[in-house]
Nanobody, 125 residues
């Protein structure tokens, strides 16, 4: 069983930056397929970004491409989401997720079996 804990959320003005962290209960998070999702009030949880094991490939939703960056951390049980040029529409609860490694990371919630509790990100205009 893998437990994930997110941190780093908060309130920021539009155009600002935040870095979210995800810490895992296993030392081998680096070898799992991992991702970030988000859920705004009244909306379904949506894909933000994913990374293959050891950070070899990264994928982004069109809405965040060029502004967000997913990365593996050091120590290897961590993962980050650097968010720049934040917009009010980025406001949501952000979740990290993980699953057994695969060549092509999924972008749907059903493809990840391990989830954190989420961290709130609020972007004011």
């Amino acid at each position: 069983q893998v437990q994930l804990v997110e941190s780093g959320g908060g309130l920021v003005q539009a155009g600002g930056s935040l870095r979210l962290s995800c810490a895992a209960s296993v030392r081998t998070l680096n070898s799992y397929t991992s991702a970030w999702f988000r859920q705004a009030p009244g909306k379904e949880r949506e894909f933000v970004a994913s990374v293959t094991r050891f950070g070899m490939s990264k994928y982004y939703a069109d809405s965040v491409k060029g502004r967000f960056a997913i990365s593996r951390g050091n120590p290897v049980n961590t993962m980050y989401l650097q968010m720049n040029l934040l917009k009010p529409e980025d406001t949501a609860v952000y979740y990290c997720a993980a699953d057994l490694p695969r060549l092509q990371p999924g972008n749907t919630t059903k493809e990840y079996r391990y989830w954190g509790q989420g961290t709130q990100v609020t972007v004011s205009s």
